[in-house]
């Protein structure tokens, strides 16, 4: 009888502890929350960390986390009497291309409605303590065409003048690159 109770004792707790085991994994998954960072300091203010003219340095990685390309950029940002943000980006990447990009960042109950020409998806920017969180869809050239890639957006205020941006890439839920640029106030 000892035996029997000694088997059916191991074959409960063999799915009971992959159940468990699983959800430990799991969690360990979960994204960060915005709350999170709610009490973190210094405070990251939109309209008042993008004024005036910022600059940024970064990287580009492929899947695998190899730099693939770096840049720096100039950012002109300003707001209107209505609230709306407007920040204009210029690229230089180091082989030798220029992007430029418009974000328009329009008022909403969830924060800031972002938009761009070459944003197929436009995401809402919210923030809490030192941190803001963007999630939108970015049509980017490939090859000799175009690609719509969801771009996860983290960025997070060091210093008053100084907010490290975080960007994982990815495309039918796979992750394809990342991009990791630090901005200054000039």
């Not at 210029?90 to 220029?98: I, S």
């Amino acid at each position: 009888m000892q035996s029997l109770l000694t088997a059916i004792s191991k074959r409960l707790s063999t799915p009971i502890l992959w159940i468990v085991s699983s959800a430990l994994l799991l969690s360990g998954c979960a994204s960060p929350s915005l709350e999170d960072y709610a009490d973190r300091t210094p405070e990251l203010v939109p309209e008042e960390f993008f004024t005036g003219e910022l600059s940024a340095r970064g990287v580009v990685k492929n899947f695998s986390g190899e730099v693939i390309r770096t840049f720096d950029a100039d950012i002109s940002a300003s707001w209107d009497d209505s609230g709306v943000g407007t920040l204009d980006e210029v690229f230089r990447f180091n082989d030798g291309e220029v992007q430029t990009r418009v974000w328009t960042l329009t008022p909403s109950e969830e924060g800031y409605h972002a938009d761009a020409g070459d944003v197929v998806e436009p995401g809402t920017m919210r923030w809490r303590g030192n941190a803001i969180h963007m999630n939108y869809v970015l049509r980017v050239a490939y090859g000799d065409g175009t690609l719509d890639v969801r771009m996860d957006d983290w960025m997070y205020l060091i210093t008053p003048d100084t907010l490290i941006n975080q960007t994982t890439m990815s495309k039918w839920g796979i992750d394809v690159g990342e991009v990791v640029l630090v901005i200054q106030k000039k």
